[in-house]
């Protein structure tokens, strides 16, 4: 089953950075940082699953090295999107 959440993790990622850029064209910081939050606990959560074994091969840190990713570049493309959202 843990192995299905790192899977879903890992597609949720590009939606989710998408979605950042939509919320920031917006300027519906509020939903962002819901946004942001909830795939937060989603990711730590299978992290701590990982991390106790429950994973099988997958490592705990290919989750962790995603999400990083994930959070730096909704941040940037929210940033942008509220940059190209200003003149609206």
């Known amino acids: 089953m843990t192995l299905l959440l790192v899977f879903a993790g890992w597609a949720a990622g590009p ?26 606990v989603f990711v730590w959560l299978t992290w701590a699953a990982l991390a106790r074994g429950a994973g099988g091969p997958v490592a705990p840190m290919s989750v962790i090295g995603p999400w990083a990713g994930v959070a730096v570049l909704s941040g940037l493309l929210y940033a942008v999107g509220a940059w190209i959202g200003r003149d609206r």
Do not use: C, D, T
């Open 15 to 40: 939606i989710v950075v998408y979605a950042a850029l939509s919320h920031g064209l917006r300027r519906a910081l509020p939903e962002f940082l819901a946004l942001i939050g909830g795939y937060s």
